[in-house]
């Protein structure tokens, strides 16, 4: 593997930076996420503006085809302008879901008609996307989900709930799998579509969590109707579709995950002071950012393996799964050890401590990370089934009807 980039590469490179000097600031500080608490009309408004300005001058969504308003540009590319555009200060991003999985779902399953209808908005920033997958009871084992629909003429009718769902209470549209035949095996009884969040029937409530933020919600469907022409696929494909939405999900949390965080690490450090001295210059601060930095590394590499498959044309394979369990463990290690190395000013929140609220909001919300996209115990039986070749997980409801697999206690 050869890291440095060929001639075409760099002249890209150059042509993205040049781009990014004249339209965005350098990054000095750590960049900000969104708490939910943040999830402001202003920061909306913000963000689709940012997203819009790239489109304008052809550098949002720039994989994905000219004809849709994407640049037709290779994952290398995407690389380069993902690497470029993180040393500059962008706006919060609202777009993760729509452009990291909805998008790509839509380009893979859809008609050129819903191609048409859907892809150009979500380009430039019009419309706002969300993901109506997780359920109460079916989260990890997704294909066990209980929303239904039901076809009547050219319409179904939804009903259940769903939950977790990011970024509801803003979006225009959301990506649906709901169950549409009971009585067959759980995976082929599911079809997949798109809905209007704001059509009659849909109930958002949002969830605080424990960042006071209110990112994601529970949503309720009652009788809501979905038109068939916003079906993506056949009907009782929706198993084969939701693997596309999801194999985008990790690829897009697990790429590059950490390593920004331990740049931020070492520079939080420098201005924290250890009897008079930065931090940075402790013997133990250093062994210890030294084994963060010799993980983000691994990853940093892992990555350039995913990039390497891609440029050869190969599909990536289970090292999305591996770069993010081990970087959501690793960024929140780091904002423990931060939280630690401040003290009691980590318990400071807004303006009188902003590079201390940015590490205890990281600390507060990287639990989520650890659920969300695969939790660490179903990214260890990917790795060990895929990676290391061990016995698959043991599926008691294989084969049966999803009508027929038992749900309550055994009948005495
Ligand atoms: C920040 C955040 C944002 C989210 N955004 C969205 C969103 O926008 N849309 C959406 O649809 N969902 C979203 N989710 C939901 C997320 O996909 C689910 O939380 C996740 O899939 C886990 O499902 P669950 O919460 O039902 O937990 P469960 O699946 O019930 O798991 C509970 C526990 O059991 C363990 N477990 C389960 N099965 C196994 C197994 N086979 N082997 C070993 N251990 C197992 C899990 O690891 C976990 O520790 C989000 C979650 C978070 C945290």
Redesign the pocket.
Known sequence: MDFNDTPEEAAFRAEARAWLEKNARPRTSMTPTISGEDLTAEIVKQSQAWQKKKAESGWACITWPKEYGGRGATPIQNAIWGQEQANFETPPDVFS?GIGMCGPTILTHGTPEQKKRWIPKLITGEEIW?????E???????AGLRTTAVKQGDEWVVNGQ??????AQICEWGILVVRTDPAVAKHAGLTFFVVNMHSPGIEIRPITQINRGQ??NEVFFTDVRIPDDQRISAVGNGWAVSITTLMNERMSIGSGMGVGAIEDLVGFMDGIEIDGRPASEDRQVRERIAEFVVKARGLKYTSLRTLSALSQGKTPGPEASMSKLVGAVLQQHAASFAMEMAGTSSALRGEAAPAQAAWQERYL?LP??R????????LR?IIAERVLGLPP?ARADKGLAFKDVPTGPPKA
């Open positions: 879901i969300c993901q109506l997958f997780s109460p009871s079916a989260g990890s084992d997704l769903k939950i977790w769902t990011s970024g990112g994601f919300s989520g990370l659920i969300a996209g695969g939790t660490d115990e179903i039986n997980d």
